[in-house]
């Protein structure tokens, strides 16, 4: 089983950065798949991003491109996201997930476990 807990989130005012990370334990296999979620209040849970531990693939939502990275360090089993430009509608709760397999999709019910997230809020 493996447990995840982010840390990071804060509130910025419109286009500042954040970096968001989320720390991995237990047992983990040995190729996953790590991913970021965010979900505004009343709103669904979509996907951001997610990266590949085997070779480090990664693949990114069309909204934060040129402005969001994804990144994961193996050996240190954290998860980051770097945040820049960061505008009022990225608001939300932004939550990592893990999937013990490879994956390229970003969408919610593929992951297997869940962190309880960390709060971003961008102000104008």
């Known amino acids: 089983q493996v447990q995840l807990m982010e840390s990071g989130g804060g509130s910025v005012q419109d286009g500042g950065s954040l970096r968001l990370s989320c720390t991995i334990s237990?047992?983990?296999?040995?190729?996953?798949?790590m991913a970021w979620f965010r979900q505004a209040p009343g709103g669904e849970r979509e996907g951001v991003a997610n990266?590949?531990?085997?070779?480090?693939?990664?693949v990114l939502a069309e909204f934060v491109k040129g402005r969001f990275t994804i990144s994961l360090d193996n050996a240190e089993r954290k998860l980051y996201l770097q945040m820049n430009n960061l505008q009022p509608t990225d608001t939300g709760m932004y939550l990592c997930?893990?999937?013990?397999?490879?994956?390229?999709?970003?969408?919610?019910?593929?992951?297997?476990?869940w962190g309880r997230g960390t709060q971003v809020t961008i102000s104008s």
């Open positions: 237990g047992d983990p296999d040995q190729y996953y798949t």
């Open positions: 997930a893990y999937a013990s397999h490879r994956l390229r999709a970003l969408v919610a019910p593929a992951y297997d476990e």
């Open positions: 990266v590949y531990s085997g070779d480090g693939s990664t």
